[in-house]
């Protein structure tokens, strides 16, 4: 995870009728999941030095430079501290004792130091450059790593002058360190709110057992694990109002002030490389080049959306008014869960608790596994008892169907519990490689969640959210582990603005009847969803999609405007102000939700208008299995070599016009707002 974030050229090189690199038969990776604080102190230090002195002899050896001695020691080096640190730097986000995630937090921090320090260094700079005027890097695979490195010492400070150079490196560990508190403070947070018995009777029976209870007191952890159920179905109004306040304020004063920080870290970055805003510098590289082009694309999708918004508030306002008989009630943030849940259950016939008795999280899991068997063309076996950091982790080897090859391990780390990461993502822990001496070095992935814990005598069930959520980040984790590029480099994921698009196109697959059909299975009776209630749920997709989309709209352009505002941002401000122009529904005064929003220091800064950017693609791929057959292992290993296979090699606009024949239309993509229960939209726009 703490891999060095190297830069993707926007350019394709060679031809997307190259063979994918054609791994070979791949060692197992061997961990050690359970080191002690100490240990990670001694062997991330030990670590460290060694790149360190192997980076002074490569930047003091003299003699003709080229691709192997140069670009390949580069990545060699660098892939072989990564590889040596894995479990010193994953076990921050996982760790089960503070004094362990500390360690890791520390070497985290210390090895990021490395990696700015070495990205920034003029002498290995123009040893790369001198590499790739000698003509060396003939392979598609080594061009293209050596384009990828020179951009990074360019985008590091490597050709700065010497003091805004020195700068550049102070700032940037300084960036790194601010990012790591942000992120261990949320992941430490231990936000509660205590409600009566009378306001837990409206709770799902499995809720309420899981929480403490002290006479009639109970106490409720205000998290990702507990805000759906509770908001959905919390009746009482200041009991919702107690938990959403509490849970836009987690780390309110504290992380405010790191995010406030970061930014004018990044804005000082930012121009000493020669760009007017951190916006501008992120954008420069990715498919979207500049932040005007973002605007006016959620500028333009929101204007076309935020009356259909409004009509959903309308509605939703309605009800309420009906449900309290208040004809003057006005929809609350902290409504707006409770009544989008009665609409689906009074008007869609959609109760999201009979939903849950439909996903027990084992059937869940390994149903997913078995669809994602057919259409990638792999197989997964658990491994019991797993080699994991958490008794609780599961492990699971996995293998290419046709020929056995083992491709990888993955783990799902799927429920709570203190000072662990708090969100849900996939981790690529380790990805694919060849090494020096030949072999390939199989990759490592983890999931990484938060799902409601089971109750005493039941499995956890999971809503059909928590269903879609892991059918997405299975789709990192497969194209964590099926990458076929040789350099870590190149193996790691995508470009930024399209690194969600493959992911999202699963998530349509959880939407289908008959995949419904196959993934549920009610946790007493074995029997699946019903087709009524399947026919329901898939009629109540769009409802309210339209403000949904807005509020993501307004995420990227907080975002956006974050980065783009100059050193100093008041940043409740700006969130207050594009909530009220960009969605129907202002900001609860007296909080601050960007003291929680981690994609803003997760490696998402100026970028989460990507996730919208990455749909435009994802709805257009998945025209593909509609057209081909949504289980058909043709198309899948189609998708699989064109998309998932080559990873960062060529731009995706390539490999996306290689998948479906033909360029990226957005049609499909707009399609959707027309689903919405409102009705057709008029007019429309082209990104």
Known sequence: MNRFSTVLAGVLLGSLAVQPFAASAQSTPSVDWNLTAQQIQSTCTSAIDTAKARERTLIATHGPKAFSSVVLALENLTADLNDSTIAQTFLFSVGNAKDVRDASLKCNSDESAFFTDLSASPGLYAQVAAAKRSGTARALYDRKLTDMWLDTFKRS???????NRAEFVKLSNQLTDLQNKYEANL??????????????????????????????????????????????????????????????????????????????????????????????????????????????????????????ARQDIGALTALKAKDTGDPNAVLAPWDFAYYDNMLRKTQYAVDQNRVRQYFPVQHTIDSVLAIYHTLLGVDFKQITPSNAWNPDVLEYS?????????IGLTYFDLFPRAGKFTHFANFPI????????????????????????????????????????????????????????????????????????????????????????????????????????????????????????????????VDMTYHMSGPRVDTTAQWQKLSSRLTPMPMTPG????????????????????YLWSLVYAQDLFTAFQSGGLENPAVGARYRQDILQPARTYDPDAEVKHFLGRPMNPNAFYEQFDNTPQGKSTGGTQR
């Open 430 to 557: 380790l990805p694919v490689r060849r090494q020096p001496n030949g072999q390939d070095r199989a990759p490592i992935a983890a999931i990484v969640g938060n799902w409601p814990k089971p109750a005493p005598g039941q499995p956890a069930l999971l809503s059909h959210d928590d269903v879609v959520t892991f059918f997405h980040e299975f789709g990192h984790n497969m194209a964590a582990l099926l990458a076929t590029a040789p350099y870590e480099t190149l193996s790691n994921g995508f470009v930024e603005d399209f690194v969600e698009a493959p992911s999202q196109m699963l998530e349509n697959f959880v939407w289908q009847p008959s995949v419904l059909k196959q993934i549920s299975s009610n946790w007493q009776t074995g029997q699946p969803l019903p087709d009524d209630l399947i026919a329901a749920m898939v009629r109540a997709k769009y409802l309210n999609y339209a403000y949904s989309t807005t509020q993501q709209i307004k995420l990227a352009e």
């Open 398 to 406: 996995v293998s290419d169907s046709k020929t056995g090859r083992f």
């Open 157 to 163: 400070g490597a050709s700065l002058a010497p003091a």
């Open 187 to 308: 992941a430490e947070d231990h936000t509660e709110i205590t409600i009566s018995q009378a306001q837990a009777a409206s709770l799902p029976a499995d809720f309420v057992a899981g929480l403490k209870k002290s006479g009639s007191v109970y106490t409720v952890p205000v998290n990702e694990s507990t805000i759906s159920s509770f908001m959905q179905n919390q009746r009482d109004e200041a009991a919702r109002k107690a938990f959403s306040t509490a849970y836009s304020n987690r780390q309110a004063d504290t992380n405010t002030n790191l995010l406030e920080q970061a930014l004018a870290v990044r804005d000082r970055l930012a121009h000493l490389l020669g760009y007017q805003t951190w916006a501008a510098y992120q954008l420069s590289d990715r498919m979207a080049r500049s932040p005007d082009k973002v605007l006016k694309f959620l500028d333009a999708l929101d204007a076309r959306l935020l009356p259909k």
């Open 591 to 610: 909080t601050h939700p960007q003291a929680s929003f981690g994609h803003l220091m997760g490696g998402y800064d100026a970028g989460y208008y990507g």
